[in-house]
């Protein structure tokens, strides 16, 4: 029996056959993975990977969703569920020491990106994540410099993670439809940053203030919180927009600017 999607939760349940197939390869789950994942709804995802794991830990907030779920996964695998808020959960919890968590979900779309910086702020202990997402939110998160997509998202992403967009997925995978297109997302925490970044509170606080001006040029934008000499000695055009800059050109801002740690 298919459970009634609710909209307070956000739900689209994954059914079409050939995206979960895709998918599942993507992730190219292994026994031994220690998989989590994120709204399993009515286990589109959670059977096939019960099926190549055995073990899986699922993150669920809605109770009724729970309850069928435990049955259809019976004969699968052994499926511990967690009913609680994915934005609180402490995921840490769920690995072992010296061990890395994959985490998966079709997370919804009004409280995709608080996660996903939740998610990363407990990058230590997770391997990689792979999302499926708004395509809008993942042709930002993957942006590249100069381009009208890029901003806040990409550049705190960056800082975090590799981000790579994988494959699109048409509204007619999920039910209801949604009304808009998704996109699959790989990110996998940084074990070595590629920029240094010694600042992480000034970069945020600059990083925010920049593309919340994004029209005014940095010398502007970032008035009082960086200087123009030192714009200059991080080779930065001070005449120059946001959307120009590299993160690794935000970061070296961070680390010589005006801001107490913090701020903004």
């Given at each position: 029996m298919s459970h009634r999607p609710r909209k307070r939760f956000g739900q689209?349940?994954?059914?079409?056959?050939?995206?979960?197939?895709k998918i599942i390869a993507s992730i190219a789950p292994a026994?031994?993975?220690?998989?989590?994942?994120?709204?399993?709804?009515?286990g589109a995802l959670t059977i096939p990977l019960l099926d190549r794991v055995d073990t899986i830990d699922a993150i669920e907030i809605d109770r009724d969703v729970i309850r069928s779920l435990e049955s259809r996964c019976k004969s699968h695998g052994h499926l511990r569920l967690?009913?609680?808020?994915?934005?609180?959960?402490?995921?840490?919890?769920l690995a072992p020491a010296g061990s890395a968590l994959r985490i998966v979900g079709n997370l919804p779309y009004n409280i995709s990106t608080p996660l996903l910086f939740h998610l990363l702020r407990q990058g230590e202990v997770i391997r990689d994540m792979h999302f499926m997402l708004q395509r809008e939110v993942v042709e930002r998160m993957a942006?590249?410099?100069g381009s009208?997509?890029?901003?806040?998202l990409t550049v705190m992403l960056a800082a975090c993670c590799r981000?790579?967009?994988?494959?699109?997925?048409?509204?007619?995978?999920?039910?209801?439809?949604?009304?808009?297109?998704?996109?699959?997302?790989?990110?996998?925490?940084?074990?070595?940053?590629p920029f240094p970044n010694p600042r992480p509170d000034a970069f945020a606080a600059i990083v925010n203030r920049a593309f919340?001006?994004?029209?005014?040029?940095?010398?502007?934008?970032?008035?009082?919180?960086?200087?123009?000499?030192?714009?200059?000695?991080?080779?930065?055009?001070?005449?120059?927009?946001?959307?120009?800059l590299t993160p690794a050109q935000f970061a070296l801002l961070a680390a010589s600017c005006d801001i107490q740690s913090g701020a903004g």
């Amino acid at each position: 029996m298919s459970h009634r999607p609710r909209k307070r939760f956000g739900q689209h349940f994954l059914h079409d056959p050939g995206v979960i197939q895709k998918i599942i390869a993507s992730i190219a789950p292994a026994s031994g993975d220690l998989i989590v994942e994120i709204g399993p709804g009515e286990g589109a995802l959670t059977i096939p990977l019960l099926d190549r794991v055995d073990t899986i830990d699922a993150i669920e907030i809605d109770r009724d969703v729970i309850r069928s779920l435990e049955s259809r996964c019976k004969s699968h695998g052994h499926l511990r569920l967690h009913n609680a808020d994915a934005l609180r959960f402490e995921f840490a919890t769920l690995a072992p020491a010296g061990s890395a968590l994959r985490i998966v979900g079709n997370l919804p779309y009004n409280i995709s990106t608080p996660l996903l910086f939740h998610l990363l702020r407990q990058g230590e202990v997770i391997r990689d994540m792979h999302f499926m997402l708004q395509r809008e939110v993942v042709e930002r998160m993957a942006a590249a410099p100069g381009s009208r997509k890029y901003g806040r998202l990409t550049v705190m992403l960056a800082a975090c993670c590799r981000v790579e967009r994988l494959f699109d997925i048409g509204p007619g995978a999920f039910r209801p439809p949604p009304r808009v297109h998704s996109s699959m997302a790989r990110l996998t925490p940084w074990t070595s940053a590629p920029f240094p970044n010694p600042r992480p509170d000034a970069f945020a606080a600059i990083v925010n203030r920049a593309f919340s001006m994004r029209r005014k040029t940095l010398r502007n934008a970032l008035k009082g919180m960086v200087s123009v000499e030192t714009m200059i000695a991080a080779d930065c055009d001070p005449g120059s927009r946001p959307e120009t800059l590299t993160p690794a050109q935000f970061a070296l801002l961070a680390a010589s600017c005006d801001i107490q740690s913090g701020a903004g």
